[in-house]
Every structure is written in C-alpha cells, then in structure tokens.
C-alpha cells in the first residue's frame, strides 16, 4: 500500500522568505501523480502544484515549486517570497494511474508566515 | 468556476442520533469522496463513488454508508453518532479520468458528537 510521509508538524517563515516542506512516499509503482494542497485557515482546500511522475521536469506554479527525486522517493514544496496569505495547512497527495482517482494524504505541515 | 457545497460548516449531535452530510458538485464530476480530517492524521478516506448509485469503501467505513441517487449529490449517513466521530468531514469532486485530475473540495463540515 501507498504511504506518504510529511515529518514537519509545523514550520514558520518570515515574509519574502523561502521555506521548504517535505514530503516522502512509498510506492511499488512506477508511474504515478504527486500534488500539493493548501488548506487556509477558511479551510477550503485548493490544489497548489501536480507532478507527474514520468516528467523529470519539476513542476512549478509562480512562486511555488517542487523538488521531485524519483529514486528516493521526495517530492518537496518550495515557497519563494513568502507572503501573509500562504499561512495554510499544506498536505502532500499521491494519486495511482488508471484507477479510481483516489488521493492518499500525508499528515499535513502547519505554515505560518510571520510579517 | 468549480464549486463543491456542503450543507453544513457547523453540526452538533448526540450520541445514537442518525447523521446526514451533503455534498453538491456543480461540474458534472464522475467522482465524489469523503474524507476525515484529524490533527495529526491528515485526511482518510471513507467512501467514493465514480457514477450514480455506484459506492466504494476507503480506508475507514466502519460506522458510516453513503449514498449517491443523482450525480451531483454525495450524501454521507452516520447511522449512529459516536463521540469517534467527533471531526471535520470534507468532501471533493474530480472527472474519472484515472490520469491524476485535479480534486475540488468543499469547506468542510465541523461535526460534534456530544
């Protein structure tokens, strides 16, 4: 079974800072999807980046990015310039091809950005 | 734009009582999931379904159905409340596509069993 690992409860960042979350996973699958999602303290969940597991390319979305290492298994989340409104809870998701589209979630790391 | 409602942001029940949840999707969405939300355990699953009628389990059903008359609506059932069932409930809608669509998610529902 697919796990995934977030080992950082909470993290903290000053305004215009880069922070980065960690996220590790577990699979014996060769193609498969990785997402970050943002939970605001409104606690309405959005999608904030995908990678595919085939692509080498890391993905990015403005200032956020990814540090996706296949063979170990890490597919990090990198916010530049930090700003007041990335305060969120982020949960790392690994998704399997071809099946029922489900999400698996890590435990979730807790962001605050400080002014 | 997507938009996933849930009938509630706040629910407090008794023990024993039966529990309704519902979630609407608006985007024609083969798929809807409910989830749990809990500190320190992120978000497990409890049931989806990819077409009218149609349920499977996730990882955590014990106590809780569900049931899905018309595509746009998801219901979750506590048949009956337990103080374990004190949490957040979040539903999500996605296509069936099997090719890691996006998920759109409701703003959760704060559910109290007392």
């Known amino acids: 079974a697919q796990t995934v690992t977030q080992s950082q409860p909470e993290m903290s960042v000053q305004e215009a800072e880069t922070v980065t979350l960690s996220c590790t996973y577990d699979?014996?699958?060769?193609?498969?999807?990785l997402f970050w999602y943002k939970q605001p303290p409104s606690r309405q969940m959005i999608l904030v980046i995908r990678?595919?597991?085939?692509?080498?390319q890391n993905a990015t979305e403005n200032r956020f990015s990814v540090n996706f290492q296949k063979a170990a298994k890490s597919f990090s989340l990198k916010i530049s310039d930090s700003q007041l409104g990335d305060t969120a809870m982020y949960f790392c998701?690994?998704?399997?091809?071809?099946?029922?589209?489900?999400?698996?979630f890590g435990t979730g790391t807790r962001l605050q950005v400080f002014p | 734009d997507v938009k996933v409602t849930q009938s509630s942001r706040y629910l407090v029940k008794r023990t024993g009582e039966k529990v309704f949840l519902e979630c609407v999707q608006d985007m024609d969405h083969e798929n809807m999931f409910w989830y749990r939300q809990d500190p320190g355990l992120g978000l497990r699953l409890i049931y989806f379904?990819?077409?009218?009628?149609?349920?499977e389990k996730g990882d955590i059903p014990e106590g809780y159905s569900v049931s899905r008359e018309k595509k746009e609506r998801f219901s979750l059932i506590l048949e009956s409340a337990s103080t374990n069932q004190t949490s957040m409930y979040l539903c999500?809608?996605?296509?069936?596509?099997?090719?890691?669509?996006?998920?759109?998610f409701g703003q959760g529902t704060r559910l109290t069993v007392v």
């Open positions: 699979t014996s699958e060769n193609n498969y999807y």
């Open positions: 379904s990819y077409d009218v009628k149609m349920k």
């Open positions: 999500a809608s996605s296509l069936h596509q099997g090719r890691g669509t996006e998920a759109f």
């Open positions: 998701a690994f998704m399997k091809p071809g099946g029922t589209d489900k999400l698996i």
């Open positions: 990678q595919e597991a085939y692509k080498q």
